[in-house]
């Protein structure tokens, strides 16, 4: 058979990326995904690269880190998209336990970013300093993060203020900054996990744990890339309820 007629056999490369993003396991995504990339016909870089982004995330749902590394350098080199290939190849060195070269991948992340994407990308950097106990860059990648935001400003900026208190510096808005972040959008999902750290800093320990709790919840019931991506944010969230202990019932009046 010759290549055009096999590159007509078989199914469009768009067709298997729509697959792959619907597959239910992570088997059937890399499986969809190789046959994406392996089809014989031309692919444009732009879909190349979200196929090779799901076999990332394939990769990264079965905690093949390196595997996923590897197809996230992949995508750095296809220059598509580098900001979100390089927050992909941050999330694989931090499974890997690789933690420097993770910070270098989030901040390259954050230089070429368009500017839509920039605060995210300084609010990752600062959250993983912030779970390594490197809180004085973290208030440097943070206060940048909150300046660019927008609608994510007040979990930017809850997360600042967490950081500066564990560094030592005098924090006397928690209080403010929880009600912002529980009225804000982002106070749903991860921001759950924020609002958990702010309530146990003010010394509400059930309102700590009921939105510690529902952060690991979430995290851990959905799909399996996220609890990896999360993973740091889940140990502590879990390490601060064993702190709380267990909810003490109270006694009938």
């Known amino acids: 058979m010759t290549k ?17 993003t619907l597959a239910r396991t992570s088997l059937l995504r890399a499986k969809y995904a190789r046959r994406g990339l392996e089809h014989p016909g031309a692919l444009s870089r732009t879909t190349r690269v979200m196929l090779l982004r799901q076999l990332y995330l394939s990769h990264m749902e079965a905690k093949r880190f390196a595997d996923a590394l590897q197809v996230a350098e992949e995508m750095i080199e296809q220059d598509v998209m580098p900001d979100v290939a390089r927050q992909d ?36 950097l600062g959250s993983v300093l912030y779970l390594a106990g490197r809180h004085p860059e973290a208030i440097g990648a943070l206060s ?27 924090v006397t808005d928690l209080a403010e900054l929880r009600e912002r972040l529980a ?20 010394g509400d320990p059930d309102a700590a744990r009921q939105y510690l709790r529902g952060f690991v919840r979430r995290s851990t019931s ?9 993973q740091g944010e889940i140990a502590q ?17």
């Open 183 to 202: 009225d804000a959008p982002c106070g749903q999902g991860y921001g759950q996990f924020v609002l958990g750290e702010l309530a146990h800093a003010l």
């Open 89 to 124: 190849a941050a999330r694989a060195c931090l499974g890997l336990g690789q933690q420097d070269l993770a910070l270098s991948h989030l901040r390259l992340a954050s230089r070429v970013s368009p500017a839509s994407r920039r605060a995210f990308h300084l609010w990752t």
């Open 4 to 20: 055009a007629r096999a590159s007509a056999a078989s199914p469009a490369p768009e067709l298997l990326l729509r697959k792959a």
């Open 222 to 230: 959905g799909r399996v890339a996220l609890a990896v991506a999360l």
């Open 237 to 253: 969230a879990r390490r601060l309820l064993r702190e709380l202990g267990p909810t003490r019932k109270r006694r009938a009046g």
């Open 144 to 170: 940048r993060a909150a300046r660019w935001g927008t609608t994510d400003r007040p979990l930017y900026q809850a997360q600042l203020a967490l950081s500066r208190r564990a560094s030592g510096e005098p």
